[in-house]
């Protein structure tokens, strides 16, 4: 049976809420999709921390929040800039998870990065492309990313380990 994108974000939060865990998002060229369906349910302030949406110009990027500090440097290897987002998300608001997602386009295609940090790390990423307008970056690309965050965090509920 699959799931429906309110059904993904009310199993998100019973299981983020369960655990007392918390999540911030950095979102980059996505219009703020994510965090737009983790807020459209009553509750969202009980496992959603923080989020920033951002242009997909970096240089338009507030450097206050997400300039160079130890955080950011010590990720800078990482080849993702939707894991660096993470692991900054996971700092700048001090949550249990941080979850960064990077939506670019190159002519008809469109690409699609996703990190998830927890305590340990960044323990998810995930890349896609995708064909079509910019439809095809809504609700699918929502319900994919909140599944992927849903099985890490109850991957490790059983470890008590992010």
Known sequence: MQLHLADLVRLLAAGLVRQAATL???????????T?????????SRFLVGALILS?????????????????????????PA???ACRAQALFG???????VVSQEREQWHVQVGLAGVKGVCLEIRGDTAGGREALGTPLVEYVLSWVIQEVERTHGS???
């Not at 737009?36 to 969202?44: D, E, V």
Request: with cysteine; aromatic share 6%.
């Open 56 to 80: 997909p110009v970096p240089a338009q990027w507030p450097t206050a929040l997400l300039g160079e500090t130890a955080v950011w440097a010590a990720v800078e290897e990482m080849e993702s």
């Open 36 to 44: 737009r369906a983790l807020t459209s349910q009553a509750g969202a």
């Open 160 to 162: 008590g380990d992010p």
């Open 24 to 34: 911030s998002c950095i979102e980059v060229g996505s219009g703020g999709a994510v």
């Open 95 to 101: 949550t249990t998870w941080g979850l960064g997602v």
């Open 83 to 85: 894991a660096r987002l």
